[in-house]
Nanobody
Framework: QVQLVESGGGLVQSGGSLRLSCAAS????????MGWYRQAPGKQRELVAR???????NFVDSVKGRFTISRDNAKNTVYLQMNSLKPEDTAVYYC?????????????WGKGTLVTVSS
């Protein structure tokens, strides 16, 4: 079994920063793409940022220049550094990863961590 465990969410004022972490553990042979999605109340889940195993990154337009994504392959961990946070960034943030466990590659989700940005 594989688990993704997020941490780092919380309450922050507009303009502040937070750093989210997500660690994958369990029966892991390789971790391919890793990323962060978010879902605000009443809205669909959307991709925030994703990083490939080779380090290629992509971001949703609304966070470009404010958020960065990185990963530590030795720790099977992905990070999301969020700067200049805005109230519209308020959402539950979910970690996502494509993980090869030895037979097939499966897409996994974390349980989510709440980020609240006050104005």
């Amino acid at each position: 079994q594989v688990q993704l465990v997020e941490s780092g969410g919380g309450l922050v004022q507009s303009g502040g920063s937070l750093r989210l972490s997500c660690a994958a553990s369990g029966s892991i042979v390789s971790v391919y793409g890793m990323g962060w999605y978010r879902q605000a109340p009443g809205k669909q889940r959307e991709l925030v940022a994703r990083i490939s195993s080779g380090g290629r990154r992509n971001f949703v337009d609304s966070v470009k220049g404010r958020f960065t994504i990185s990963r530590d392959n030795a720790k099977n961990t992905v990070y999301l550094q969020m700067n200049s946070l805005k109230p519209e960034d308020t959402a539950v943030y979910y970690c996502n990863a494509d993980i090869f466990g030895g037979t097939t590659t499966i897409n996994y989700w974390g349980k989510g961590t709440l980020v609240t940005v006050s104005s």
